[in-house]
Every structure is written in C-alpha cells, then in structure tokens.
C-alpha cells in the first residue's frame, strides 16, 4: 500500500547569496503522516513555501502524484490537492468563519459568474451544496455554533482550528500544516492530536506537519525529517530521531554530546 | 424561499420610489432643477457602486475610476451624435468598451499592490483623458456637444441594474474569492483562488458600470470636456467609496446621495462651498474612521434592532 504521493528531488533555493535551503530528500507515501522538525530558521517554512508554490525552487525537482508541481501558481497547486496551514494566522479575518471555509471550497465548485449575476438555477444549486459542505466542515471541528461570528472575534485556539477546517475544505489529499499547536496549550494540544488523528482517518489524508512541540510529533508522527541550517540531517522513526546524536546536537548543542 | 421574498420586497420599493419620483416629475410638483439632481444622484450611485466592487470588494486601490467614465461618456455620444444610433444602443455600447478598457488597464496594473496601483490606475486615466483630449473627431478641449437623452427612467433602471449586479456578483462564489483577496492575498492564493483572474473581473465590471453611468453623465449636460474627468473626478469618486465605508455597498449608495445633495444644496453659497463640503468630510471621517456604515449594509442594521429588541 505503500504507493508514493510526494516527491522533493534535490531541492534547493536560494536567495541572492543565500542558499536557504539545499540539497533536501524527501517522500511522502499515500497515507502517512510525516514529521518536519528543526530548529528556528532551518528552513522548514521556506520548505513548506516551495512545496506550495510561494517559492520556485532554484534546484531539483518536485512531483505530486507523479507529476511535476514546480513552476505552479500557488493556487494551481491547491487544485492538484495540496493545502496547507500557515505558521501565522492567515484567516479572512472580517469575513464569517462560515465564509472562510466556502472561500477555501471556492475550486471544488463550477457555478459561473454569468448564473451568479443572473441568479440562474446552477447558482442556487452550486451555493447550497457549498453552504451544507462547509457547514459539514465546521461540525467536525466543533465550529458550526460559531459560524456566523468573524473570524477575528474567535478564540485563539479556535482561529487555530478554523485554519485546518479552511485548509481540508480545499479538497486536499496532502495536508501541510505549519506549527499548528503553536502557542496551544497542553490539554489544547492534545485536543488538536485527536482531532488530526480523526481527520486523517476521515478523509484519508496523507500529512505533513510541521511542529516545535516534541509531545505531538513523538506522538502521532510515523516519520520525521529533521532540517538544520537548510539540509536534512536525520530522517526515521520518533525513536530513531529521539537517539540521533546529530539532532541531539543540532537542537542542543555539541558539548553534551559526550 | 426567505432570500426572494427579500428581493421581491426590495423590487416593491424600488419601483414604488420610481413611480412615486415619475409621477412628480411628471405633474410637475419636482421642477428640472430637481430633476436634474436626481439624475446626478444616480449617475454618482452608479460610480460609487462601480468602484466599491474595487476598492470596498477586493480591495485594490484603483483611483483612476473617471478614466472609464470617459471612455463611457465619449463612446455614447460617439455613438447617439456622430452615428445616430439610438440613446439605449449608445449606452450599451458604452458598457462594453469601457469593459474593454478595464481589461487593457486591469492586466498589467493589477500586478502591483496598495499605493503603487493606485499611482498606476491615475496613470492610465490621465492618458485616457489626455487621449480624448487629442482627437480632434471628439472636440479636443472644447469638448463635444451631445443631445440632452438621459431621464429618470434611464438613471433609476441604470441604479437599479447596478445595484442588482453587484451585488448578487459579491454575495456569490465569485464575490467571495474577491472578499478572500481583499482579506489575505496570500491565504486567498493558498486556497485556491486565481488571484489575477478575480481581481481583473472585478475590475472590468467596475468599468462596465463606470462606463455607463459616463454614458448618462454625457447625455445629461449637453456638453462633454475631457477636463470633466480629471482625477478631481476620480477622488469624488474615491470619497463616496471610503466615506460610505470599505465594503459596504449600501454605505457607497448612501454616501453619494449624501455628498451629491450636499455639494448641490451648497452651490447657493459659492464663496464657502468647498470649505463646507471638506469640512462634512473631516467631521464625518473624525466620528466615523470606518466610514459611515463601515463594512455593514442597511439590513444588517434592521437585523441588529430586530434582535436587540426582541431581547428587552
């Protein structure tokens, strides 16, 4: 079952004189869900950039699906089925946590304009599949008693939350997710590992996330790649990674490695 | 259900507002200095409307709205004075290459962000200006005489229309990509949303209506000059928009009904005009940052009462 979803071939970019990120490996199989892990500035978001279409890499290659997504417009790559979270909030904020979800289910839909301004039949179907296919998305996340608020008037924790159901209404089948415990607190956290554990079950995701938080990705990771300073330097299971003497180092320091 | 009965409701209004306004017009009881300012309330609802789908909708700060104003005003009355087609087929037409000219102007412009659009579209509508300026087919600077055509009926369907348009356009697939650029370009890109292609329709239906309401505009004061569409015009324009508030199409029709009595009204005081006219715009941007109604419309007011009583 193990059939290849994602492919980073040699990657690398480079701004100006800086190579940020070089030489990086990676594969994803349908169904996993993988790791990325590093310290600040390693890379890992720039890595996340060029998997999304924000940054084109200046070496090697990417493919999805055994194809080649580089070069592709951000939203492009969305509609090969590749979402994401962001590391900072990036919610429509004046816009309603309900709108923010039909916004990301914006593709799935094909009503035209031209029903849409005249009201023809195709637009009231198109809108009332897309209002009860959001309102499904904002059950599973427990955000249906909020949708008529916006989005900046959420909780914290529930911004966070919003984000993930924004990014699974754009029909993904991988998942970036970004930090998305960050500044969660403990019980939130582990309410967020239950929540990417069903939603992984439920729509047969395959994910990649991103975290500082070592709980959850010695949790609930299958693999982890660890960055430091633009390359890879381990790649294997959370107790394989817990042992490498070179991500002990990287996140800690070379004297206690004695 | 509920959503058509709303229209429908809305429908009434509108047409009871007509019918009361014709009838007047039509005894007599509203002379043609009145006449003539509701047709200038109109053509300036119009405007408003046009460029809150720009600036209030997807928010690209485009300031050269009176450039398509003017292709609008020049094509129609290319069309009624030079090629005697009728008023309607001259308004049309007006929409369409006025549309056209949203396109040329859209598609490279709408590449830059905030102020540096904003100095792009100014660019482009002094060019359009200085264009009409210089042919002299159309006048040159002294402008070009046109048929008075414009009535009532053709500037309250011409509100109307736009209104409708634009609005079922915003509350729509469609309207919400444009809402999710205005919001976070990088999100919206991010969930999908071809952010060139809806900042250009956006923008090409502002143009369409632009160009209609020019399309009025020149029938309704028998003479049209390029200096007519100046940037003084386009910032008018710009104030209806922000003084109505970002977003709000309701708060564009209510501002420019507003600032267009008032600039009206004041004419009877020539020497203080503009200082009054600037002076409502501090106070009301002092009180109001948001603008008047900042992102809400008029029925999320009704909404908002309707609930708070129901609680007492």
């Known amino acids: 079952m193990s ?38 500035g390693a890379g890992k978001t720039t890595t996340f950039n060029m998997l999304t279409g924000v940054y084109v890499p200046t070496e090697g290659d990417i493919t999805f699906k055994g194809q080649s997504i580089k070069g592709l417009k951000p939203y492009q790559v969305t509609k090969k089925g590749i979402s994401r979270t962001f590391q900072n909030i990036r919610l429509f904020k004046d816009v309603t946590v309900l709108d923010n979800v039909k916004i990301a289910n914006h593709h799935l839909a094909n009503h035209s304009i031209i029903s849409s301004i005249f009201r023809l039949p195709a637009h009231f179907k198109g809108e009332a599949k897309m209002e009860k296919e959001s309102i499904d998305f904002l059950k599973i996340f427990g955000l249906d008693v909020y949708k008529n608020e916006l989005a900046k008037n959420l909780p914290y924790g529930m911004q966070r939350r919003l984000e993930i159901a924004r990014a699974l209404a754009a029909g993904p089948e991988l998942l970036l997710l970004d930090e998305p415990a960050a500044g969660m607190n403990p019980q939130e956290t582990q309410d967020l590992m239950d929540l990417i554990a069903l939603i992984r079950e439920k729509f047969n995701l395959t994910i990649l996330l991103i975290e500082h938080d070592m709980n959850l ?42 | 259900m509920k959503k058509s009965k709303a229209f429908w409701g809305y429908l009434v209004i509108a047409l009871v507002i007509y019918a009361v306004v014709q009838g007047m017009l039509v005894t007599g009881m509203l002379d043609l200095y009145y006449q003539n300012m509701l047709i200038t309330i109109c053509i300036n609802i119009m ?16 300031i050269g709205h009176a450039g398509f104003m003017a292709v609008g005003a020049y094509i129609s009355a290319i069309c009624t004075m030079k090629l005697g087609l009728p008023f309607i087929v001259g308004i049309i037409l007006a929409g369409i290459v006025a549309a056209f000219a949203g396109v040329l102007v859209g598609v ?29 087919y159309v006048g040159g600077a002294a402008g070009m005489v046109v048929n008075h055509a414009t009535t009532w009926t053709y500037a309250f369907f011409g509100v109307i229309i736009t209104i409708l348009v634009i609005s079922n356009f915003t509350n729509s697939r469609h309207g919400r990509g444009c809402i999710a650029i205005r919001e976070d370009e990088i999100a ?30 020149a029938h309704n004061f028998y003479i049209i000059q390029p200096t007519a569409f100046n940037f003084l015009k386009s910032f008018e324009i710009l104030i209806y928009v922000v003084l109505g508030g970002l977003g709000s199409l309701s708060g564009s029709v209510i501002a420019a009904i507003f600032l267009t009595a008032i600039s009206q009204y004041l004419q009877a005081f020539p020497e203080t005009r503009m200082i009054i006219y600037s002076v409502v715009l501090i106070l009301v941007m002092l009180y109001r940052p948001t603008g008047l109604m900042g992102t809400k419309e008029l029925k999320d007011l009704f909404k908002a009462r309707k609930k708070g009583g129901s609680e007492v």
């Not at chain 2, 405007?47 to 485009?62: E, K, N, R, W, Y």
């Not at chain 2, 809806?198 to 239906?205: C, G, S, T, W």
């Open chain 1, 3 to 40: 059939d290849l979803l994602l492919k980073l071939d040699n990657i690398g970019i480079q701004f100006g004189g800086l190579k940020a990120v070089q030489n990086v490996d990676m594969y994803l199989n349908r169904g996993e869900l993988v790791g990325l892990i590093g310290p600040n």
């Open chain 2, 47 to 62: 405007l408003a409307v046009s460029l809150h789908i720009v600036i209030g909708i997807t928010g690209q700060f485009s």
């Open chain 2, 188 to 217: 919206a890109d991010a969930m999908g949303i071809n952010t060139t292609y809806f900042k250009v329709v956006a923008f090409v239906i502002g143009s369409l209506f632009a160009g209609v309401a020019g399309a009025l505009y």
């Open chain 1, 217 to 258: 990705v010695m949790g609930i990771c299958e693999r982890i790649y660890v960055l430091d300073h633009g390359q890879l330097i381990a790649e294997g299971t959370p107790e394989e990674i817990r042992n490498n003497p070179k991500v002990i180092e990287a996140y800690l320091g070379e004297e206690v490695v004695q």
């Open chain 2, 108 to 136: 490279p412009s709408l590449r830059l962000k905030g102020d540096y659009l904003a100095i792009a579209t100014l660019g482009f509508a002094e060019i359009i200006r200085i264009l009409f300026l210089n042919i002299d």
